[in-house]
């Protein structure tokens, strides 16, 4: 199945290009690009279901690549693999490229094949997944606010009232894990910190306990390293800095409402989220404990 | 210390006299050896509201004149008196005191002046010279909380220039750290594939020696013989060697293309941070330039081609490491002037009495009135927290001690260009900088 999955590499770097096709080449159609508007080209003309890319190149950044190349070709499943550890870029190419991993030079070969290969997974069921009509039905959402932030809840609360949706507030982690078992959720709005917890493992949970529920996080906190642990381990699907931006903020919530009533009216194999297990001990730890407690939810979507 | 205790401290309580004593009785008060001190004595009235001064001068000057002593021994002092003397509320602060007493004064000194309390009674006497000499107290005083301040003021000022000195130092290790992830990332790649691809050539090997042996081998039936070239052509077909020869040149030549790549960072790395400040007699400035390219390169690329056009240029004495630093903040500001994505232009030149070089970007330019501040301590365009504002400040006084200018023409949409001369050794009078 994956001898159909074709994933381009685009990097500056012409050796790049050539260790990661020798390393890929016999289990996947390997194309590769230096140059990121050529790569974009080709996009508009060949079927590619993976891209990865470096971050910076001389002609346009890798961000600005991968939210181009979801324009051209929105199914591909993006990743950024970058030396720089640039907090702005990873927030650009996460909010505009909707990323699917954020990957780190140098890379470990293993890390890397795996991740290849749970994305051409991902891509291999899309490719067997009816296509679904360009009409999106406007389904009421259920969404949940852990955030006590006034600003926060004044977007979120505007947002629901415009929509239709319907606002649900927990105050804490166990709070929201109540209301996440007893309420069909389909989009998170979250701080990292609520009434003093971090709510990383929960986010991470939830990516896999739910693939379908989006996870928008609102911080103060500006940590590369913990925000790449979203991407790859949560699968957050914004990454929105405290204080607000009103504007970032509405369109963020848009484009996820968007996402979940397309979502909803698709059959589960087209959902494009699949998180990597907490490579952290301690964060497994945790995430485990809070799949247990977010068990009924999944027995649910199992059933 | 309040200011009100400070005339408190000067107050001497002495007696008043009454109005109506005479002339004669207060001489002979004066002449008393615990009034020696003073050169005139208080008048107060009954309730205690000081009336005047009388001085010792002008009881002199009536004993001075032939029978004056019998002729107005009797009279009142009130007669004699100074009825406009100084008088001083004890509430007043020191400086204060000092003014208005500086300002009624006359010459000669002849009198001292009275304190009074909130109420305007008569408390005491004070001197003119214990005056000056709390005044004095005061101001060596205020002398030292200057000397301190000054000596705290310089010490953060090297600070500053210290902590800038690290923050571009951090930025620089920061940026090569990470240009070293690329190279590294293919290197690190190359080998475990090397490996693995190397792993069916052992295989391969082992196969053809035992096939060897079997041929060497006078016992060797049929079969053995069979079997072992079975398994040396199965291992040829896995390895497929004449398929690996072209991975392998590739791979070899991309990795040592990767390791002189490291080694070259690392080199650059260790000329650039060079912790000697010393001056070297013979330095070649495109060295400097070169290598601080080689530092600067990651935080450029994506913003600008360099362009280098660099001239025959004599060896110059300078701090290679004090140069290196101005270059890096010179190419460093070229690209963050750069929007989209532009040119940095470097050129070097030398000329009878001096070695030339420009940094001219193709950024946003500065109006004049931007331009006029940019070698200021502490003048910075970069939102909080991202720059010092310090870093052409300590290029400035880099150049200023070597004994050259350096200088900035800009037009806003069009560019910046900075120039920079450095003598050449015949007109050097060189200065070591800290």
Same mark, same amino acid.
Not at chain 2, 23 to 44: G, H, M, Q, W, Y
């Given at each position: 199945?994956?001898?159909?999955?074709?994933?381009?590499?685009?990097?500056?770097?012409?050796?790049?290009?050539?260790?990661?096709?020798?390393?890929?080449?016999?289990?996947?159609?390997?194309?590769?690009?230096?140059?990121?508007?050529?790569?974009?080209?080709?996009?508009?003309?060949?079927?590619?279901?993976?891209?990865?890319?470096?971050?910076?190149?001389?002609?346009?950044?890798?961000?600005?690549?991968?939210?181009?190349?979801?324009?051209?070709?929105?199914?591909?499943?993006?990743?950024?693999?970058?030396?720089?550890?640039?907090?702005?870029?990873?927030?650009?190419?996460?909010?505009?490229?909707?990323?699917?991993?954020?990957?780190?030079?140098?890379?470990?070969?293993?890390?890397?094949?795996?991740?290849?290969?749970?994305?051409?997974?991902?891509?291999?069921?899309?490719?067997?997944?009816?296509?679904?009509?360009?009409?999106?039905?406007?389904?009421?959402?259920?969404?949940?606010?852990?955030?006590?932030?006034?600003?926060?809840?004044?977007?979120?609360?505007?947002?629901?009232?415009?929509?239709? @949706?319907?606002?649900?507030?927990?105050?804490?982690?166990?709070?929201?894990?109540?209301?996440?078992?007893?309420?069909?959720?389909?989009?998170?709005?979250?701080?990292?910190?609520?009434?003093?917890?971090?709510?990383?493992?929960?986010?991470?949970?939830?990516?896999?306990? @739910?693939?379908?529920?989006?996870?928008?996080?609102?911080?103060?906190?500006?940590?590369?390293?913990?925000?790449?642990?979203?991407?790859?381990?949560?699968?957050?699907?914004?990454?929105?800095?405290?204080?607000?931006?009103?504007?970032?903020?509405?369109?963020?919530?848009?484009?996820?409402?968007?996402?979940?009533?397309?979502?909803?009216?698709?059959?589960?194999?087209?959902?494009?989220?699949?998180?990597?297990?907490?490579?952290?001990?301690?964060?497994?730890?945790?995430?485990?404990?809070?799949?247990?407690?977010?068990?009924?939810?999944?027995?649910?979507?199992?059933? | 210390?309040?200011?009100?205790?400070?005339?408190?401290?000067?107050?001497?309580?002495?007696?008043?006299?009454?109005?109506?004593?005479?002339?004669?009785?207060?001489?002979?008060?004066?002449?008393?050896?615990?009034?020696?001190?003073?050169?005139?004595?208080?008048? *107060?009235?009954?309730?205690?509201?000081?009336?005047?001064?009388?001085?010792?001068?002008?009881?002199? &000057?009536?004993?001075?004149?032939?029978?004056?002593? +019998?002729?107005?021994?009797?009279?009142?002092?009130?007669?004699?008196?100074?009825?406009?003397?100084?008088? %001083?509320?004890?509430?007043?602060?020191?400086?204060?005191?000092?003014?208005?007493?500086?300002?009624?004064?006359?010459?000669? /000194?002849?009198? +001292?002046? /009275?304190?009074?309390?909130?109420?305007?009674?008569?408390?005491?006497?004070?001197? %003119?010279? &214990?005056?000056?000499?709390?005044?004095?107290?005061?101001?060596?005083?205020?002398?030292?909380?200057?000397?301190?301040?000054?000596?705290?003021?310089?010490?953060?000022?090297?600070?500053?220039?210290?902590?800038?000195?690290?923050?571009?130092?951090?930025?620089?290790?920061?940026?090569?750290?990470?240009?070293?992830?690329?190279?590294?990332?293919?290197?690190?790649?190359?080998?475990?594939?090397?490996?693995?691809?190397?792993?069916?050539?052992?295989?391969?090997?082992?196969?053809?020696?035992?096939?060897?042996?079997?041929?060497?081998?006078?016992?060797?039936?049929?079969?053995?013989?069979?079997?072992?070239?079975?398994?040396?052509?199965?291992?040829?077909?896995?390895?497929?060697?004449?398929?690996?020869?072209?991975?392998?040149?590739?791979?070899?030549? &991309?990795?040592?293309?990767?390791?002189?790549?490291?080694?070259?960072?690392?080199?650059?790395?260790?000329?650039?941070?060079?912790?000697?400040?010393?001056?070297?007699?013979? *330095? &070649?400035?495109?060295?400097?330039?070169?290598?601080?390219?080689?530092?600067?390169?990651?935080?450029?690329?994506?913003?600008?081609?360099?362009?280098?056009?660099?001239?025959?240029?004599?060896?110059?004495?300078?701090?290679?490491?004090?140069?290196?630093?101005?270059?890096?903040?010179?190419?460093?500001?070229?690209?963050?002037?750069? +929007?989209?994505?532009?040119?940095?232009?470097?050129?070097?030149?030398? +000329?009878?009495?001096?070695?030339?070089?420009?940094?001219?970007?193709?950024?946003?330019?500065?109006?004049?009135?931007?331009?006029?501040?940019?070698?200021?301590?502490?003048?910075?365009?970069?939102? *909080?927290?991202?720059?010092?504002?310090?870093?052409?400040?300590?290029?400035?006084?880099?150049?200023?001690?070597?004994?050259?200018?350096?200088?900035?023409?800009?037009?806003?949409?069009?560019?910046?260009?900075?120039?920079?001369?450095?003598?050449?050794?015949?007109?050097?009078?060189?200065?070591?900088?800290?």
């Amino acid at each position: 199945m994956s001898e159909q999955i074709r994933i381009l590499f685009v990097d500056d770097e012409e050796r790049i290009l050539r260790s990661l096709a020798l390393q890929f080449r016999r289990e996947y159609e390997v194309l590769t690009e230096s140059n990121p508007r050529r790569a974009l080209e080709r996009l508009k003309s060949e079927n590619v279901q993976i891209i990865v890319s470096d971050q910076r190149m001389p002609q346009m950044s890798g961000a600005e690549l991968l939210a181009q190349a979801r324009e051209i070709a929105p199914y591909t499943l993006r990743i950024l693999l970058t030396g720089y550890s640039d907090l702005d870029a990873a927030v650009e190419a996460l909010n505009s490229g909707g990323i699917f991993r954020y990957l780190t030079k140098p890379w470990d070969q293993q890390e890397m094949a795996f991740t290849l290969r749970q994305a051409a997974q991902i891509a291999a069921r899309q490719l067997q997944a009816p296509k679904v009509s360009a009409v999106i039905p406007q389904a009421a959402l259920n969404v949940l606010l852990l955030d006590e932030d006034a600003s926060t809840l004044d977007v979120v609360a505007e947002f629901c009232v415009a929509g239709g @949706h319907r606002l649900l507030r927990a105050a804490s982690l166990s709070d929201a894990v109540i209301l996440l078992n007893s309420q069909p959720i389909d989009l998170l709005v979250s701080d990292l910190q609520v009434a003093g917890e971090d709510t990383a493992p929960l986010l991470k949970s939830l990516a896999q306990a @739910h693939p379908r529920l989006l996870s928008l996080v609102v911080t103060p906190f500006c940590d590369t390293q913990a925000l790449l642990k979203l991407i790859n381990e949560a699968q957050i699907f914004r990454y929105l800095p405290k204080p607000i931006r009103r504007g970032l903020f509405d369109k963020g919530l848009l484009a996820a409402a968007e996402q979940a009533q397309l979502w909803r009216a698709q059959p589960a194999q087209v959902v494009t989220r699949l998180a990597q297990q907490p490579r952290e001990e301690r964060d497994r730890e945790k995430v485990g404990s809070l799949l247990g407690m977010l068990g009924r939810l999944r027995e649910r979507l199992i059933a | 210390m309040t200011t009100a205790s400070a005339l408190t401290r000067l107050l001497k309580p002495v007696s008043p006299l009454a109005a109506d004593m005479s002339i004669a009785d207060v001489a002979d008060r004066l002449l008393t050896p615990e009034l020696k001190a003073f050169l005139s004595l208080p008048i *107060v009235d009954s309730a205690g509201r000081p009336l005047g001064l009388v001085s010792r001068t002008t009881l002199q &000057d009536i004993f001075m004149q032939r029978f004056g002593r +019998d002729l107005r021994g009797r009279h009142a002092v009130q007669e004699v008196m100074n009825a406009a003397p100084l008088v %001083v509320s004890l509430d007043t602060s020191l400086e204060d005191a000092a003014k208005q007493i500086t300002g009624q004064l006359q010459y000669p /000194i002849t009198e +001292d002046f /009275i304190l009074v309390d909130a109420q305007g009674l008569y408390r005491g006497l004070g001197t %003119v010279l &214990d005056l000056l000499k709390a005044m004095e107290a005061r101001i060596a005083q205020r002398n030292l909380v200057l000397r301190k301040a000054l000596v705290e003021l310089k010490e953060s000022q090297t600070q500053l220039v210290q902590s800038e000195k690290m923050a571009s130092l951090g930025q620089m290790v920061a940026g090569v750290a990470h240009e070293l992830n690329t190279p590294l990332g293919y290197v690190k790649n190359n080998v475990q594939l090397l490996r693995e691809l190397s792993a069916p050539l052992f295989e391969l090997a082992e196969a053809q020696a035992a096939l060897g042996d079997c041929l060497n081998d006078p016992t060797c039936d049929e079969a053995r013989l069979t079997m072992a070239l079975e398994v040396a052509a199965e291992a040829r077909t896995k390895a497929a060697p004449e398929l690996l020869v072209e991975d392998f040149t590739q791979l070899f030549s &991309d990795t040592l293309y990767g390791l002189a790549q490291i080694a070259e960072l690392v080199v650059g790395l260790k000329d650039f941070a060079r912790l000697d400040r010393a001056m070297s007699e013979e *330095v &070649d400035l495109n060295e400097c330039i070169r290598s601080a390219l080689v530092i600067a390169r990651n935080g450029i690329k994506d913003k600008a081609e360099t362009i280098l056009q660099l001239g025959e240029l004599p060896r110059i004495p300078c701090a290679p490491s004090q140069i290196n630093q101005v270059l890096l903040n010179l190419l460093n500001n070229a690209a963050q002037a750069i +929007d989209v994505f532009g040119q940095i232009l470097v050129k070097t030149w030398a +000329d009878d009495s001096a070695v030339c070089l420009s940094v001219q970007d193709s950024g946003r330019g500065m109006p004049p009135e931007v331009l006029a501040r940019i070698f200021d301590p502490f003048f910075t365009t970069k939102p *909080v927290g991202q720059g010092t504002g310090l870093g052409l400040s300590i290029s400035y006084k880099i150049i200023q001690d070597h004994g050259g200018q350096i200088r900035a023409a800009s037009e806003p949409g069009r560019g910046t260009r900075f120039l920079i001369r450095l003598p050449r050794p015949q007109a050097l009078p060189l200065q070591r900088s800290a």
